[in-house]
């Protein structure tokens, strides 16, 4: 038990000394009188409340550190989810356009597959006709159906065509062929008319 003059009291707890006097009037403190001195007598010692106080404020410190060490944390995450999100949209679309660019290669190369076929084949047909027709889906019966043999021996007048011979060279090339007619294997006579056939027999000497 630690005694206190109603001065020392008041300091103590934070209050006026008439607080003290009304503290002692109503019993909520205990007090005495040694040589018409007024005492106040304190049962829980100071230290035991400063003690609580210090606990209180170093839980409250930690309290705050731990929620800065999250929020700390928290951005971190939120950062590291926005990198991995803007890659997974990069690779997205770098794969669009790998996809993209395969299929515009093989189309090409189709294109180009169909226009030698227009070209060395069936060069008395239109050749945009025949990309067309070969771009068109193919019927599942026509899958299995026999396989027709094409003739690929085509008309000089034709194969010039397709060559693109201005006309004031068309007739000398054409007289050069007729020389060559019955000695040249490249060349077919059917009907008074000359054949050629691109796919085996080259002719690049003949036109030139």
Known sequence: MK????????????????AIHN????????CLVEDGVKYVTITTPKASQSTENVVDAR???????????????VDVLENETSRLRD???????????????????????????????????????NPEAVMQEGMEPIAPDAINADIVEIDAWISLKDFLKVKK???????KIKKRFEKLASTDARISVRDEKLFLNPSEFDYSDLIR
């Open 59 to 73: 839980y409250t410190q930690y309290i705050e550190q731990e929620n800065e060490r999250l929020r700390g944390r």
């Open 165 to 171: 011979i201005k006309d004031e060279a068309k007739k």
């Open 87 to 125: 890659q997974r949209e990069q690779m997205l679309i770098d794969e669009r356009i790998k996809v993209e660019q395969i299929y515009k290669e093989r189309d090409a190369q189709l294109r180009s597959v169909l226009h030698v076929v227009a070209t060395k084949f069936l060069s008395h047909v």
């Open 23 to 30: 503290r002692v009037r109503r019993g909520s403190l205990n």
């Open 3 to 18: 005694k206190l003059t109603i001065a020392d009291a008041a300091e103590h707890f934070g209050v006026s000394k008439e």
